[in-house]
């Protein structure tokens, strides 16, 4: 805790319970408890340091990856730390490498795709780091069009062995994190082919390193493919390019649990849908969806300490500064990334819920679910990383000049946050997937099948097409039912007008591709109204501690009618609301972030960062900025001499040629 708390003034206006704030948002008093341990376990460890990240070479940051992601090995068997616990270390640790990949996408693919012969084989090693995986599905010619991969698994009979190459440039594997220093193996996706015939993309067990000296195997190329945006950041992973000349591994490393391969080269499908393969996507996406509030909800805490902070401009009379906070323009862009934190927190909790609920039905060989859970993984996952990657973005200019500088931490957070955009599936890609099961949906209205999940309100069409919103003051915007209203009418109604228009186009194709900017909107909106429904239901729930529920439930309005205005223009469009129902939404929220200014604070202390997961000497807890600043200026390489390198060779010859210029004259 703070000597001296800059920001007491501040926490003493809260008008609610911080301490059961931190329950809500990490979901029980066991996950506030085991979070600040491993939390203060990383920050009080020497080697799990990270203020000078940004000024270490490649090499040097990605030797300090290892170390820290051996050290984290070593701390998590020496202390036998649950998994959970061991989840939250890395988190604490908070630079990407290659143990990411290992634990988040190499162990799930082989649960999710291998035997239970297999995965009683390889997963033992991979728990125990005897082995280190990545996950090669990416090349350089296709990333988005998984079916479109060129890299061949042809089976030999003979040898009973499948033979893994390379055909082209384009079919190098290029991407994949870990894969370029550190992964030992591999599941590498190919189009699998057998009987001379092409059954398309399997996953495959391959081992790319010798497990004596690191070296690659015969016939397998591989390395970094090289400097990423951003100093520090994502350069810390060694993204990889892999190229296999023939390469033989034993026939019971295809990952057979959905389809197989027999002695005799026999292709077999086992009866269940094919997209199963992607489920290690699918998984994947949605624990984006909860590091999205983590990495938004820390930008909005650097920027919301820094404002109560920051003055700037006194009063007419010659009085004390403000504080930035003050200013209606801060609030309205800071206040709804703040909304927008716990909005992304609970919906990752309750996409958490969904997928868990989805694998259990899947185990019972019940499919139903699947489009459900394809459509709001990649959907929300689309939407989430957009908002956050802009947040971030708009967090930094919230902090003026000193948000620039490495030491805010706004910087590097942007630069390893931004690919959340593009990797685990384009944002664009995914939301037309989510497009295509809208369209789906509103197709099927007709025949009278009631659609469900996260879709059942399209069943209410004949009503929300029509309907027309009730709202007549600024506080009838606080009554949830006319937020929800409003919502699924302009879902409904976006996703109709995009069904009406490629209807009448020569073909569904043709008006799919014609239409495609219109659905993108349509499927943002149905993906907003998924997070508005899932916030107000967690308010409407049982929340424990003073005023906490208050709170939530003015956040909850805060970010529903920032959506509304935002785009205010999909709403007016569709005639969902008046123009003065538009005006009347935007008044509330005025006095919405009226409410939330003297618990702003407090509200970003719920989320219980230490001062080092933030990383940030504008976020700092006690809100003493300037001296930290100050200090950090001077730790930099360029002022570890006090006349610069380089001054003998190119300033004085340039100062004294000036002089004699000058003399001559
Ligand atoms: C790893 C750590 C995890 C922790 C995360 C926390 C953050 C930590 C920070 C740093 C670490 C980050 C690490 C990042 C690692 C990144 C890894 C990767 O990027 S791996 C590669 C990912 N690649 C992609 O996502 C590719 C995207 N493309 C696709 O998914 C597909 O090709 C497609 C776009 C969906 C198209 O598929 P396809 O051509 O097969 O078909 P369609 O004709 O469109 O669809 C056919 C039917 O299949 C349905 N479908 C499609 N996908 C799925 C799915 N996943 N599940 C279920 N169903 C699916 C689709 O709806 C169609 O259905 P029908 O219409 O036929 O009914
Ligand atoms: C940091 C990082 C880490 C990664 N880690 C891994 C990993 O571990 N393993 C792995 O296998 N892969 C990994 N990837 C690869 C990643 O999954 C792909 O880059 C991603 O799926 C996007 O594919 P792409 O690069 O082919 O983009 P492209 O599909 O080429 O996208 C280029 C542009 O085309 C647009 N576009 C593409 N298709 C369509 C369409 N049908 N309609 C409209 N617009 C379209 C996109 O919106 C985008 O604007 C990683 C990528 C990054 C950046």
């Known amino acids: 805790m703070a000597e001296v708390d800059h920001l007491a003034a501040e926490r003493a206006t809260a008008r609610f319970d911080v301490e059961e704030m ?340 899947l185990e019972a060989k019940d499919f139903s679910t699947l489009q459900e859970a394809h459509a709001c993984t990649a959907g929300l996952k689309a939407v989430t990383t957009s908002v956050t990657a802009d947040a971030i973005e708009e967090c930094r200019k919230l902090c003026g000049g000193h948000g620039y500088l490495n030491s805010s931490g706004l910087p590097e957070l942007f630069a390893v946050y931004v690919p959340a955009c593009t990797y685990e599936g384009d944002n664009v890609v995914l939301l037309l997937q989510v497009a295509r099961i809208l369209m789906k949906t509103v197709s099927q209205l007709a025949s009278g099948k009631q659609p469900v999940g996260t879709m059942a309100y399209m069943g209410k069409v004949q009503y929300l097409m029509q309907c027309k919103s009730a709202v007549s003051s600024a506080e009838d915007w606080l009554n949830p039912d006319a937020i929800q209203e409003a919502f699924e009418a302009r879902a409904l109604r976006m996703a109709v007008n995009c069904a009406q228009n490629i209807s009448q186009a020569a073909s569904q194709e043709e008006g799919f591709y014609e239409r495609s900017p219109d659905l993108l909107e349509a499927a943002v909106a149905h993906i907003q109204l998924i997070i508005v429904t899932k916030f107000i239901e967690k308010v409407h729930q049982e929340i424990p501690g003073h005023g906490v529920k208050e709170q939530l439930q003015a956040l909850c309005n805060v970010y529903a009618l920032y959506i509304l205005h935002k785009h205010l223009g999909d709403f007016l469009a569709t005639g969902c609301i008046t123009p003065r129902q538009g005006a009347l939404a935007n008044e509330q929220l005025g006095k919405l972030y009226a409410q939330v200014r003297p618990n702003a604070v407090a509200l970003v202390d719920a989320f219980n960062y230490t001062d080092h997961y933030l990383g940030s000497v504008l976020g700092r807890y006690d809100g003493d900025v300037y001296p930290a600043l100050y200090e950090e200026a001077w730790k930099d390489p360029l002022n570890e001499t006090v006349v610069p390198e380089g001054y003998h060779e190119y300033l004085r010859p340039l100062i004294k040629q000036q002089q004699l210029k000058l003399s001559r004259l």
């Not at 988190?91 to 795709?113: E, N, R, S, T």
Request: charged share 20%; aromatic share 10%.
């Open 22 to 361: 931190k329950v809500a948002w990490a979901g029980s008093r066991h996950a506030v408890h085991v979070a600040d341990r491993m939390a203060r376990l990383v920050a009080s460890d020497p080697v799990f340091r990270k203020d000078n990240r940004t000024m270490l070479s490649r090499k040097e940051l990605f030797k300090d990856t290892l170390r820290k992601a051996a050290h984290a090995w070593k701390r998590i068997v020496e202390l036998r730390l649950t998994e959970e616990e061991a989840d939250l270390l890395r988190q604490y640790v908070d630079q990407p490498g290659y143990v990411d990949l290992h634990w988040g996408m190499f162990v799930p693919a082989i649960k999710g795709q291998g035997t239970e012969e297999q995965q009683h084989k390889w997963l033992p090693l991979a728990y125990k780091f005897q082995i280190i995986g990545c996950y090669a599905q990416t090349e350089l010619g296709h990333g988005s069009n998984v079916q479109g991969l060129e890299t061949t698994a042809t089976f030999d009979p003979k040898t009973d062995e499948f033979v893994i190459h390379s055909p082209t440039l384009t079919s190098s594997k290029w991407w994949p994190g870990g894969l370029g220093k550190a992964s030992t193996h591999a599941v590498v996706y190919a189009r699998l082919i057998t009987e001379g015939k092409d059954y398309g993309i399997h996953g495959f067990i391959v081992q790319l390193r010798s497990l004596e000296d690191h070296s690659p195997l015969p016939g397998v190329t591989l390395g970094d493919i090289g400097g990423k945006f951003g100093s520090g950041a994502y350069n810390s992973m060694d993204n990889g390019v892999l190229r296999f000349d023939h390469v033989r591994i034993p026939r019971d490393q295809m990952l057979m649990r959905l389809s197989q391969v027999t002695r005799e080269g026999k292709y077999v499908h086992s009866n269940v849908p094919k997209q199963l393969l992607y489920g290690t996507m699918v998984y994947v996406r949605q624990s984006i969806v909860a590091d999205a509030s983590k990495a938004l909800s820390r930008a909005v805490c650097i920027a919301v300490r820094y404002s109560a902070v920051r003055k700037q401009f006194g009063s007419q009379d010659g009085g004390p500064e403000t504080q930035v906070l003050n200013y209606k323009t801060q609030q309205s862009r800071l206040f709804p990334l703040l909304a927008s934190a716990y909005a992304f927190r609970f919906v990752g909790d309750w996409l958490n819920w969904l997928y868990t609920d989805v694998t259990q039905k």
